[in-house]
């Protein structure tokens, strides 16, 4: 496979963040294990940080690293910070990891493979969490968060929030976009006529700093996301086979 390259890479790794200078430290030098020898890219989505994660990320950049940096002037959030980073991406498929450094970089390439491997009718390779470090409240309300949306989505999805997917590009920017959409892929995959395959991936614990994105948000306002996604779904029955008739 040929070495990475940031001007026709295949993969591109998507990862947002906010003040996650000293994680990101450690992090993007375990992607870049984890990628060696393929055709790869790395955007952090800088979601409006203030602590010294462009420095870090600068000093990378002018080392020759394959990596971009795209910042939003304020704080967007989890979702809007994915999509900056899907639309930025170079490669043909986007694999998405969290900044914080819980998601092991080390399962990067297994997800890509999977979606490759699976064919062009599966739409995401989904990451599912074992043996979870988070709070147990964070645990609790993610167990019954994700009992309740499998419920109603049906999505065959065990940990729809895991941070770690791979997703075809051109898919995934044609997704319905929201905040909290980031949570929603499987489902919004299988609302377009697409496949999921998952992988099991293990968490890690949180070295530095603190979740900037709370249960608050998860758990309230995904009551309505649920709702949004669920009649998002109900609103397209049909997905045809789309095909061009050649009459030369």
Known sequence: MKACTLSNPAITIVIPCRNEAANLAFL????DAAMEGRSYEVVVVDDGSTDGTGDALAERIRAGKP???????????????VRSGVFA?????????????????AYLPKLADALIQAGPAV????GQRLKRTDTKLKQISSKLANKLRGAILKDNTRDSGC??????????????????WHRYLPALVIREGYG????????RERRHGKSNYG?????????????????????????????????G
């Open 163 to 180: 941070g770690l997917k791979a997703v075809h590009t051109q898919l995934f920017r044609e997704l319905p976009f929201f905040d909290g």
């Open 123 to 126: 739409g995401i390779a989904a």
């Open 196 to 203: 999921v395959v998952h992988v099991d991936v293990v968490d």
């Open 67 to 81: 990596l971009r940096h795209i910042r939003h002037d304020k704080s967007a959030g989890q979702s809007a910070a």
């Open 89 to 105: 991406a170079r490669g043909a498929i986007v694999v998405t990891m969290d900044g914080d450094g819980q998601n092991d970089p």
């Open 28 to 31: 993007l030098d375990e992607v």
């Open 215 to 247: 249960i608050l948000d998860r758990g309230l306002r995904g009551i309505l996301d649920l709702y949004g996604v669920w009649w998002l779904r109900k609103r397209r029955k049909t997905v045809p086979t789309i095909t061009e008739i050649s009459h």
